[in-house]
């Protein structure tokens, strides 16, 4: 069974930083392409970053410079380390895992407010 648990959300003041995870489990981790996506209220959800099983990473242009993901294959997570954070960064963030097969995980809300 293919689980991925995100965590590490919360909230946090305009400037802050947060941390979140994203452990997987039932996949060969160091062979898929991981993700995370976030959807505000309201809106689509939207491609944040992703970081390929060579290490490339690619952000979405409203977080080049603040936020980065890294992934540790011996432990099976992908992080997104995210600075400066903005109102406009609230959304529920989701990672999610893509070979063959797409998985997503259930998600994390992020909030950042004053």
């Not at 930083?17 to 062979?31: E, K, M, Q, T, Y």
């Not at 409203?62 to 995210?82: C, E, H, P, W």
């Not at 400066?84 to 895992?97: G, M, R």
């Amino acid at each position: 069974q293919v689980q991925l648990v995100e965590s590490g959300g919360g909230l946090v003041q305009p400037g802050g930083s947060l941390r979140l995870s994203c452990a997987a489990s039932g996949i060969i981790f160091s062979r898929n392409l991981m993700g995370w996506y976030r959807q505000a209220p309201g809106k689509q959800r939207e491609l944040v970053a992703s970081i390929t099983i060579a290490g490339t990473r690619t952000y979405a242009d409203s977080v080049k410079g603040r936020f980065t993901i890294s992934r540790d294959n011996a432990k099976s997570t992908v992080y997104l380390q995210m600075n400066s954070l903005k109102p406009e960064d609230t959304a529920v963030y989701f990672c999610n895992a893509v070979r063959i097969t797409t998985y997503w995980g259930q998600g994390t809300q992020v909030t950042v407010s004053s």
